[in-house]
Protein backbone atom coordinates (compact mmCIF):
# COMPACT_ATOMS: atom_id res chain seq x y z
CA UNK A 1 0.00 0.00 0.00
CA UNK A 2 2.90 2.78 -0.80
CA UNK A 3 0.23 4.63 -2.14
CA UNK A 4 -1.41 6.25 1.22
CA UNK A 5 0.64 9.01 2.59
CA UNK A 6 1.02 8.63 6.46
CA UNK A 7 -1.99 8.29 8.78
CA UNK A 8 -4.12 7.95 5.33
CA UNK A 9 -7.83 8.18 5.20
CA UNK A 10 -9.69 6.43 2.57
CA UNK A 11 -12.21 8.11 1.04
CA UNK A 12 -15.34 6.74 -1.14
CA UNK A 13 -14.94 3.29 -1.27
CA UNK A 14 -16.25 0.97 -3.53
CA UNK A 15 -15.75 -3.13 -3.66
CA UNK A 16 -15.66 -6.59 -4.92
CA UNK A 17 -15.79 -9.90 -3.86
CA UNK A 18 -13.64 -12.91 -3.91
CA UNK A 19 -15.40 -16.24 -2.83
CA UNK A 20 -12.39 -17.42 -0.96
CA UNK A 21 -12.08 -18.62 2.64
CA UNK A 22 -10.71 -15.55 4.60
CA UNK A 23 -8.89 -16.52 8.04
CA UNK A 24 -8.89 -13.84 11.05
CA UNK A 25 -9.04 -13.11 14.30
CA UNK A 26 -12.43 -13.15 15.72
CA UNK A 27 -14.30 -12.00 19.06
CA UNK A 28 -14.03 -14.95 21.56
CA UNK A 29 -18.01 -15.89 21.20
CA UNK A 30 -17.18 -16.02 17.05
CA UNK A 31 -14.04 -18.39 17.59
CA UNK A 32 -16.36 -21.02 19.72
CA UNK A 33 -18.31 -21.26 16.66
CA UNK A 34 -16.27 -20.01 13.29
CA UNK A 35 -17.09 -23.41 11.57
CA UNK A 36 -20.50 -21.72 10.91
CA UNK A 37 -19.35 -18.12 9.84
CA UNK A 38 -19.43 -18.07 5.69
CA UNK A 39 -16.48 -15.46 5.38
CA UNK A 40 -15.48 -13.61 2.10
CA UNK A 41 -12.72 -11.24 0.89
CA UNK A 42 -13.68 -8.06 -0.51
CA UNK A 43 -11.20 -6.18 -2.87
CA UNK A 44 -12.61 -2.41 -3.12
CA UNK A 45 -11.49 0.71 -4.24
CA UNK A 46 -11.57 3.97 -2.84
CA UNK A 47 -9.45 7.40 -2.83
CA UNK A 48 -7.01 8.93 -0.95
CA UNK A 49 -4.38 11.63 -1.26
CA UNK A 50 -0.98 10.73 -2.87
CA UNK A 51 2.20 11.89 -1.41
CA UNK A 52 2.16 14.91 -3.06
CA UNK A 53 -0.92 15.22 -1.01
CA UNK A 54 -3.50 15.18 -5.17
CA UNK A 55 -6.56 12.74 -4.65
CA UNK A 56 -5.96 9.46 -5.93
CA UNK A 57 -7.64 6.49 -6.30
CA UNK A 58 -6.46 3.62 -4.05
CA UNK A 59 -7.03 -0.55 -4.07
CA UNK A 60 -7.30 -2.58 -0.99
CA UNK A 61 -8.99 -5.29 1.14
CA UNK A 62 -11.60 -6.19 3.38
CA UNK A 63 -12.73 -9.37 5.10
CA UNK A 64 -16.63 -10.01 5.88
CA UNK A 65 -17.55 -13.18 8.04
CA UNK A 66 -21.26 -13.65 8.28
CA UNK A 67 -23.76 -16.36 10.33
CA UNK A 68 -26.97 -16.08 11.77
CA UNK A 69 -28.26 -17.31 15.22
CA UNK A 70 -31.17 -18.11 16.17
CA UNK A 71 -33.08 -16.70 19.38
CA UNK A 72 -30.67 -13.76 18.85
CA UNK A 73 -32.95 -10.69 19.67
CA UNK A 74 -31.17 -7.94 17.30
CA UNK A 75 -28.77 -7.33 14.36
CA UNK A 76 -25.18 -7.60 15.74
CA UNK A 77 -22.43 -5.60 13.28
CA UNK A 78 -18.71 -5.70 14.86
CA UNK A 79 -15.71 -4.44 13.93
CA UNK A 80 -12.10 -4.84 14.43
CA UNK A 81 -10.31 -2.84 16.25
CA UNK A 82 -7.33 -3.34 14.01
CA UNK A 83 -4.84 -3.19 12.40
CA UNK A 84 -6.83 -0.94 9.67
CA UNK A 85 -10.01 1.01 11.02
CA UNK A 86 -13.38 2.33 10.58
CA UNK A 87 -14.49 5.76 11.51
CA UNK A 88 -17.62 6.06 14.12
CA UNK A 89 -19.66 7.20 11.14
CA UNK A 90 -18.52 4.56 8.83
CA UNK A 91 -19.63 2.20 11.30
CA UNK A 92 -23.26 3.41 11.48
CA UNK A 93 -23.44 3.70 7.72
CA UNK A 94 -22.83 0.48 7.08
CA UNK A 95 -25.04 -1.17 9.52
CA UNK A 96 -27.86 1.43 8.39
CA UNK A 97 -27.56 0.07 5.06
CA UNK A 98 -27.24 -3.32 5.87
CA UNK A 99 -30.79 -2.78 7.71
CA UNK A 100 -31.83 -0.96 4.49
CA UNK A 101 -31.56 -3.92 2.33
CA UNK A 102 -32.63 -6.50 4.50
CA UNK A 103 -35.86 -4.31 4.18
CA UNK A 104 -36.02 -4.23 0.19
CA UNK A 105 -35.90 -7.95 0.22
CA UNK A 106 -38.46 -8.59 3.17
CA UNK A 107 -35.78 -9.89 5.46
CA UNK A 108 -35.54 -9.51 9.44
CA UNK A 109 -31.60 -9.49 10.22
CA UNK A 110 -32.06 -9.71 13.82
CA UNK A 111 -30.60 -13.14 13.78
CA UNK A 112 -27.12 -11.96 11.97
CA UNK A 113 -24.03 -11.40 13.47
CA UNK A 114 -21.10 -9.64 10.70
CA UNK A 115 -17.65 -9.06 11.36
CA UNK A 116 -15.83 -6.66 9.30
CA UNK A 117 -11.83 -6.59 9.59
CA UNK A 118 -9.73 -3.99 7.79
CA UNK A 119 -6.46 -5.47 8.12
CA UNK A 120 -4.10 -2.24 6.72
CA UNK A 121 -2.13 -0.82 9.57
CA UNK A 122 -2.61 2.92 10.36
CA UNK A 123 -5.32 3.26 8.20
CA UNK A 124 -8.80 4.35 8.54
CA UNK A 125 -11.38 4.38 6.55
CA UNK A 126 -14.04 7.14 6.09
CA UNK A 127 -17.19 7.98 4.22
CA UNK A 128 -20.39 5.59 3.60
CA UNK A 129 -19.88 4.72 -0.09
CA UNK A 130 -18.45 1.51 0.95
CA UNK A 131 -22.08 0.75 2.74
CA UNK A 132 -23.40 -0.38 -0.61
CA UNK A 133 -21.39 -2.94 -1.80
CA UNK A 134 -20.29 -4.42 2.35
CA UNK A 135 -25.34 -4.19 2.57
CA UNK A 136 -25.18 -6.14 -0.94
CA UNK A 137 -22.63 -8.63 0.25
CA UNK A 138 -23.90 -9.74 3.34
CA UNK A 139 -27.45 -10.06 1.60
CA UNK A 140 -25.79 -12.21 -0.86
CA UNK A 141 -24.53 -13.79 1.80
CA UNK A 142 -28.00 -14.84 3.73
CA UNK A 143 -29.57 -15.79 0.72
CA UNK A 144 -26.27 -18.05 -0.85
CA UNK A 145 -25.89 -15.72 -3.56
CA UNK A 146 -21.99 -15.69 -4.80
CA UNK A 147 -21.03 -11.78 -5.88
CA UNK A 148 -19.79 -12.53 -9.62
CA UNK A 149 -15.93 -11.94 -10.64
CA UNK A 150 -14.58 -8.67 -11.43
CA UNK A 151 -17.27 -6.51 -10.83
CA UNK A 152 -17.49 -3.71 -8.56
CA UNK A 153 -19.76 -1.18 -6.91
CA UNK A 154 -19.59 2.29 -5.09
CA UNK A 155 -22.64 4.09 -3.71
CA UNK A 156 -24.60 4.07 -0.08
CA UNK A 157 -28.03 2.91 0.72
CA UNK A 158 -30.79 4.97 1.87
CA UNK A 159 -33.37 4.53 4.02
CA UNK A 160 -35.85 3.65 0.96
CA UNK A 161 -33.62 0.64 -0.92
CA UNK A 162 -32.06 3.42 -3.21
CA UNK A 163 -28.40 3.99 -3.92
CA UNK A 164 -27.36 6.86 -3.13
CA UNK A 165 -24.89 9.36 -4.71
CA UNK A 166 -20.77 9.36 -3.72
CA UNK A 167 -18.17 10.95 -4.55
CA UNK A 168 -14.73 10.32 -6.09
CA UNK A 169 -16.20 8.32 -9.28
CA UNK A 170 -13.71 8.95 -12.20
CA UNK A 171 -10.54 8.22 -9.60
CA UNK A 172 -12.38 4.60 -8.37
CA UNK A 173 -12.66 4.15 -12.26
CA UNK A 174 -9.12 5.13 -13.42
CA UNK A 175 -8.26 2.45 -10.23
CA UNK A 176 -10.69 -0.29 -11.64
CA UNK A 177 -9.38 0.19 -14.57
CA UNK A 178 -5.77 -0.40 -13.21
CA UNK A 179 -6.60 -3.60 -11.78
CA UNK A 180 -8.33 -5.05 -14.34
CA UNK A 181 -11.66 -4.72 -12.91
CA UNK A 182 -14.34 -5.14 -16.30
CA UNK A 183 -17.69 -3.67 -14.61
CA UNK A 184 -18.45 -0.88 -12.02
CA UNK A 185 -21.70 -0.42 -11.01
CA UNK A 186 -22.14 3.20 -9.79
CA UNK A 187 -25.17 4.64 -8.99
CA UNK A 188 -27.39 6.83 -11.06
CA UNK A 189 -27.84 9.91 -8.81
CA UNK A 190 -24.17 11.40 -9.01
CA UNK A 191 -22.45 14.57 -7.94
CA UNK A 192 -22.41 17.55 -10.75
CA UNK A 193 -18.20 17.21 -10.05
CA UNK A 194 -18.48 13.28 -11.22
CA UNK A 195 -20.09 13.76 -14.25
CA UNK A 196 -17.06 14.35 -16.42
CA UNK A 197 -15.17 10.64 -16.90
CA UNK A 198 -14.46 8.07 -19.25
CA UNK A 199 -15.70 4.82 -19.94
CA UNK A 200 -12.01 2.62 -19.91
CA UNK A 201 -11.44 0.05 -22.60
CA UNK A 202 -13.06 -3.51 -21.30
CA UNK A 203 -14.66 -1.47 -19.11
CA UNK A 204 -18.38 -1.97 -18.37
CA UNK A 205 -19.58 0.99 -15.99
CA UNK A 206 -23.68 0.09 -15.12
CA UNK A 207 -25.33 3.11 -13.31
CA UNK A 208 -28.09 1.73 -10.65
CA UNK A 209 -31.00 3.23 -8.49
CA UNK A 210 -32.27 0.51 -6.48
CA UNK A 211 -30.88 -2.32 -4.31
CA UNK A 212 -32.63 -4.33 -6.22
CA UNK A 213 -30.78 -3.55 -9.29
CA UNK A 214 -27.55 -3.86 -8.08
CA UNK A 215 -28.15 -7.05 -6.46
CA UNK A 216 -29.12 -8.63 -9.96
CA UNK A 217 -25.88 -6.74 -11.76
CA UNK A 218 -23.44 -8.29 -8.89
CA UNK A 219 -24.83 -11.65 -8.13
CA UNK A 220 -26.76 -12.49 -11.57
CA UNK A 221 -29.75 -13.33 -9.92
CA UNK A 222 -33.06 -11.83 -8.57
CA UNK A 223 -33.37 -10.44 -5.26
CA UNK A 224 -36.02 -13.13 -3.26
CA UNK A 225 -38.32 -10.48 -1.87
CA UNK A 226 -38.92 -12.83 1.60
CA UNK A 227 -41.60 -10.80 2.85
CA UNK A 228 -42.59 -6.81 2.29
CA UNK A 229 -44.88 -6.48 5.71
CA UNK A 230 -41.80 -6.61 7.67
CA UNK A 231 -40.96 -3.34 9.16
CA UNK A 232 -37.60 -2.99 9.88
CA UNK A 233 -36.06 -0.11 11.80
CA UNK A 234 -32.73 1.40 11.53
CA UNK A 235 -33.27 1.92 15.25
CA UNK A 236 -32.80 -1.77 16.02
CA UNK A 237 -29.07 -1.78 14.70
CA UNK A 238 -26.47 -2.41 17.79
CA UNK A 239 -24.23 0.68 17.61
CA UNK A 240 -20.00 -0.62 18.19
Known amino acids: MNKFVKAAFIHGVLAWTVPVVWFCSLPQSVEAEQFFWQQQT ?3 LGTTLDQNRQPTGIVAKLGISFRKQELQEALNVSFASGPGKFSPFTQVAIQSGIVAAARVAGLDPKTWNIF ?9 IHGDSLTAMVSL ?4 MAN ?3 ILLSRVM ?10 GAVGGISLKIQAASVEHIRRVI ?5 FPEDNDW ?3 FLMQISPVNTVVQAYQILTGANLPIVDKT ?3 MAENVNEK
Open 144 to 146: DNA
Open 42 to 44: VTF
Open 116 to 124: LKFPNPGVT
Open 230 to 232: IGL
Open 154 to 163: TGNVTRDGHI
Open 137 to 140: VVLA
Open 198 to 200: QTP
Open 186 to 190: IPEER
